[in-house]
């Protein structure tokens, strides 16, 4: 269901608000961002599936320490496969909060939402 333009405003005055009043708060959230480690996330799932073979091997060979070992194995390729990536910091030329959240669509950087969001205005407005 689509904002009214009252609400929009609304919206976008309480943005608008938030970015100016707490500065400090905008900056701890939106100053880092995490990129994902793909290797990290490949080798964990890779040692993940090996401990969960080595798992099954000490069941079915009826050893317990082997099924232990399996499991320890696989917990720390799950652990691997789920820690954090590396914190990127954000270019710091770049302005530190957009004025309305029509100000960050753009170009190659518009989300997947951003993007429906502007088809769905282009037909209400008729041009779509």
């Keep these: ?10 919206l976008e ?32 799932v890779l040692i993940a599936v090996v401990g969960v073979g080595v798992l099954i091997t000490g069941v079915f060979v009826q050893q317990p320490i082997v099924g ?3 499991f320890v194995v696989m917990f720390g390729g799950v652990l691997l496969a789920i820690a954090p990536g590396k914190r990127v910091a954000i270019d710091p030329d770049a302005p530190a909060a957009p004025t309305s959240a029509k ?3 753009g170009g190659n950087q518009a989300g997947f939402m951003d993007k429906l969001n502007d088809r769905w205005d282009k037909r209400q407005d008729g041009q779509g």
Aim: proline residues 4%; hydrophobic residues 40%; glycine residues 8%.
């Design 103 to 105: 100000a960050t669509r």
């Design 13 to 44: 005055e309480m943005e608008r608000s938030l970015y100016q009043n707490d500065a400090d708060f905008v900056a701890k959230v939106g100053g880092k961002r995490v990129r994902p480690a793909y290797r990290s996330i490949v080798l964990g």
């Design 1 to 10: 269901m689509p904002l009214s333009e009252h609400e929009q405003r609304l």
């Design 68 to 70: 232990i070992l399996g």
